[in-house]
């Protein structure tokens, strides 16, 4: 019924394949005289989505997921997965060659100090690794007397004999219609920062922050419209941007050299170099540079600032270009949510529907928006057991029929030039059972404390992660996840450096665009998320001493009424979902043209009342 554009559904390799290069990439190591090496799941710039020639850890190991390692020594192997993917690392490896470890608590370099030997040789990419990664498995190995091993090409390089070539996505230019801000008014304020840091220059790792700082786009991963590239802005002078010539039309190379000069990406290193000399210091961004960054500063004779992007938050502050588009946007998606929901009410009741064509139609009911660029990111359409698995992406196998009784998760987003989108919804299909209700409504009242918490300018993101969890905590329940991640303009749905979490330590600042996502998983049985952005606005209360803060919901799409236990909401709760969904109505009504949809949105937005 509906043609699939942006996603594909096939399983990933397994098996025999697999058992083999394992086998390969050993005997590798053994000739360079390496007892190990470690696999991290990140490109140069430690992107989420990553080119197909940077899978190095999937084509190894067969796990998927966008956060991970392998370490492989002599004897053992394992891949190290969080909470987030721990049911699909378990499907997708083979537990026979690998150990499945946490990724956080403990770390690898738990793992590697009690298996690695006295004389060991542990090999790494420096481009694949931060310095503060890297400086930990120095410590482990350190630890265990081995001796870590930077190495100058990567071993699974040379048996990846079938690997992809790198990706030359066409560059676009982001008009100032969309960013609201023009090159040399960033610099300017990318200057300051420079200054405060008291540097000579700071080098732009992170794709993000040069697309940001130039007003450009690109296609070189999937659902992030990246352009990889790095940049070198010094405290004086012309910028220097290192991207693949070959990205540019004549149109966006003389938009780039407006502001900055324009060089290949294989000249970074010998500027780098040159520059470094005579002491000079370079900041560098400490989450997303690679350690061979620091390592050629240091050789050269410089002295690498290791820190926080000053990029990053400026990027994460909407200016009102961005908000606006971002409110169309929502208001564009809310439409094709909305019809997306009333075609699963009347189609999957009859046990026909599966996850695949759950997935396909959402993206085609976004495709005839006639805006969208790309999903931005791979939709989670999990039925039944399949929505308990957090971050589950459905395969030919693994695609499940949708049947009464089940619960149906989905969680999706889109990519306009306008805007960024990111919304789950849990779906009953049938008759929900008790302990469905009790959870879901437990899940509502947390999302529901997050969007209406008012809050002191200053506040982080780890202050309001209690908020979403107080009422699943109530009845010893919890998820194994953040409460929500930053969200960019036209960039990356999963931006830092604000979150709200335990580990969020950013002050929310107006301007900032967060997701609210509480969840509850049971394993083998069902999965529940509700999830809206939010965007950080002032607000006013009366007495207040210093500047207060809340939250605007830019998201607008039903939350299942049949799911809700009314009995369970305050009369302050209930207030807020009513007001939603009469706000949902009146910013979607208008724009459907056909009655039946129209009908079914005044029923799923009727105001519930108290029993």
Known sequence: MFEAHFQTFEEPEGGVALAARLGSFREELARRKLTGFVIPRADQQ???????????????TGFTGSAGMAIVLTREAAVFVDGRYTLQAAKQVDRKAWHIEPLADPPPEHWLSRHLAAGDRLGFDPWLHTSAAAERLAAACAKAGAELIAVESNPLDQIWT??????????????VQFSGEIEAEKLKRIRLEINKLGVDALVLSDSHAVAWTFNIRGADVSHTPLPLSYALVPKDGRPTVFIDHRKLSNLTRDHLEQSADVSEPDTLVPMLTELARGGTAIALDSATAADALSRLIVTAGGKPVRGND???????????????????????????????????????????????DTVEA????????????????????????????????????????????????????AQYEDGTTDV??????????????????????????????????????AQLDSFARQFLWQAGLDFE???????????????????????????????????????????????????????????????AEKPVNAFETLTLAPIDRRLIDVNM????????????????????RPHLNDNATKLWLDEATAALLPL
């Open 424 to 461: 789950t919804r849990t779906i009953a299909i049938g008759n929900p059972t008790d302990e469905m209700r009790d959870r879901f409504t437990r899940v509502l009242r947390g999302h529901i404390a997050i969007a209406r918490a008012v809050f002191p300018d200053g506040t982080t993101g």
């Open 46 to 60: 430690q992107n989420e989505y990553v080119a197909a020639s940077e899978e190095r850890l999937a084509w190894l």
């Open 310 to 356: 000053p990029v990053s938050l400026l990027k994460a502050v909407k200016n009102i270009t961005e908000i606006e588009g971002t409110r169309t946007a929502h208001q564009r998606d809310a439409v094709a949510l909305t019809r997306f929901l009333a075609w699963i009410d009347r189609e999957a009741p009859s046990g026909a529907l599966t996850e695949i």
């Open 481 to 543: 996840h953040g409460t929500g991640h930053g969200v960019g303009s036209y960039l990356s749905v999963h931006e830092g450096p604000a979150r709200i979490s335990k580990l969020g330590i950013t002050p929310l600042k107006r301007g900032m665009i967060l997701s609210n996502e509480p969840g509850y998983y049971k394993t083998d049985a069902y999965g529940i998320r509700i999830e809206n952005l939010e965007l950080v606005v002032g607000t006013d209360v009366p007495g």
């Open 162 to 175: 079938e690997r992809p070539a790198p990706p030359r996505g066409p560059v676009a230019i982001h008009g």
């Open 362 to 413: 959402l993206e085609t009911f976004r495709r005839q928006t006639c805006a969208l660029k790309d999903v931005s990111f791979p939709t989670i359409a999990g039925t039944g057991p399949n929505g308990a698995i957090v971050h589950y992406r459905v395969t030919r196998k693994s695609n499940r029929r949708i049947v009464p009784g089940d619960l149906l998760l989905i969680d999706s987003g």
């Open 569 to 588: 909401l305050s009369a302050t709760e209930l207030k807020w979902l009513n007001d939603y969904h009469e706000r949902v109505n009146r910013a979607v």
